[in-house]
T-cell receptor, first 115, second 119 residues
Framework: EAGVAQSPRYKIIEKRQSVAFWCNPI?????LYWYQQILGQGPKLLIQ????????DSQLPKDRFSAERLKGVDSTLKIQPAKLEDSAVYLC?????????????FGNGTRLTVT | AQKITQTQPGMFVQEKEAVTLDCTYD???????LFWYKQPSSGEMIFLIY??????QNATEGRYSLNFQKARKSANLVISASQLGDSAMYFC????????????????FGKGTKLSVIP
């Protein structure tokens, strides 16, 4: 089966600019996640969707970050305006359902550098 | 308090030897799941193994096994017969069940352990 697709692979922007990331989950996976992974740390959940509804966005900096999942399939994550501390790898993941034993399958991530 | 603690920032192991990567967790939820992921330098996160809180036996998956000690709240990953391709970051993660109020079943990661396999 095709894995989780993410684009772009790399992005370099200046602070205060905006940027958007795209994710296409594994077909049939109801749950989609966006994680932020800062260099040297483990991934941190930004937002979780169940179909096209938000389940958890408690750690999403809502003043600058936004995300949507159109028709319960693809998702976009946007940052506007970007700050230096947003430099990180943004990982998209999906799972069949968001319960105990359903593993997350990750995409290759988008490496964002804010200068 | 951290929910997942990985105390070994880096580990070295000789090729063909076994290695144990430590993970302790903190939860008051009776229902939870523990996961291990591998992240090579390419950046992808690869699912390795899962252990449920109610599972009676330790999980095994090929060369990977999970040493689950529930009373001690530890879930150490054991890699047998290490290979050069095992060199990577390894992350322990926990998903708590709905009893804790975390209805999202959020997966929380530790800071990781960098494993280097020496030829």
């Amino acid at each position: 089966e095709a894995g989780v697709a993410q684009s772009p692979r790399y992005k370099i922007i200046e602070k205060r600019q905006s940027v958007a990331f795209w994710c296409n989950p594994i077909s049939g996976h109801a749950t989609l996640y966006w994680y932020q992974q800062i260099l040297g740390q483990g991934p941190k959940l930004l937002i979780q969707f169940q179909n096209n509804g938000v389940v958890d966005d408690s750690q999403l900096p809502k003043d600058r970050f936004s995300a949507e999942r159109l028709k319960g399939v693809d998702s976009t994550l946007k940052i506007q305006p970007a700050k230096l501390e947003d430099s990180a790898v943004y990982l998209c993941a999906s799972s069949l359902v968001g319960t105990d034993n359903s593993p997350l399958h990750f995409g290759n991530g988008t490496r964002l550098t804010v200068t | 308090a951290q929910k997942i603690t990985q105390t070994q920032p880096g580990m070295f192991v000789q090729e063909k030897e076994a290695v144990t990567l430590d993970c302790t967790y903190d939860t008051s939820d009776p229902s939870y799941g523990l996961f291990w992921y591998k992240q090579p330098s390419s950046g992808e996160m690869i699912f390795l193994i899962y252990q449920g809180s109610y599972d009676q036996q330790n999980a095994t998956e090929g060369r990977y096994s999970l040493n689950f000690q529930k009373a001690r709240k530890s879930a150490n990953l054991v890699i047998s017969a290490s290979q050069l391709g095992d060199s990577a970051m390894y992350f322990c993660a926990m998903r708590e069940g709905g009893a804790s109020g975390a209805g999202s079943y959020q997966l929380t990661f530790g800071k990781g352990t960098k494993l280097s396999v020496i030829p």
